[in-house]
């Protein structure tokens, strides 16, 4: 499952007969973030929304669940290429560099 991708962990890691009756009784898995702090939320989500127990909560067709894949996956690209060119910048700045003079100057 992409649970399973996601965190490496299986969504009930109990026993056998526990994870069906934790299934049957429609008790959630754990949080992603217990196994991986740095997943956002809007990934959980759309786990969480493919392993829904009502089949007319999860996505209709799995070109939905690609796309809203997909769009998550776009979003997350411009941030962290953001963040990248970000850090490229402070290269040629060496003076701040260091997280501590960004924070003490004016």
């Keep these: 499952t992409l649970y399973y991708i996601v965190t490496g962990h299986p969504p ?10 934790n ?7 754990l949080p992603i973030y217990t196994y991986k702090r740095l997943i956002p939320d809007k990934v959980e989500k759309i786990i969480f929304k493919a392993m829904a127990y009502n089949i ?3 996505y209709p067709t ?3 669940l690609a796309e809203a894949i997909q769009e998550v996956a776009i979003s997350w690209q411009k941030k962290t290429s953001f ?12 003076k701040f560099s260091k997280k501590e003079e960004l924070l003490t100057k004016d």
């Design 12 to 21: 009930h890691p109990e026993e056998p007969l526990e994870a069906a009756y």
């Design 56 to 58: 007319s909560e999860r």
């Design 83 to 94: 963040y990248y060119k970000w850090a490229k910048m402070l290269e040629f700045f060496p």
């Design 62 to 64: 799995a070109k939905d």
């Design 23 to 29: 299934i049957l009784n429609r008790i959630p898995p």
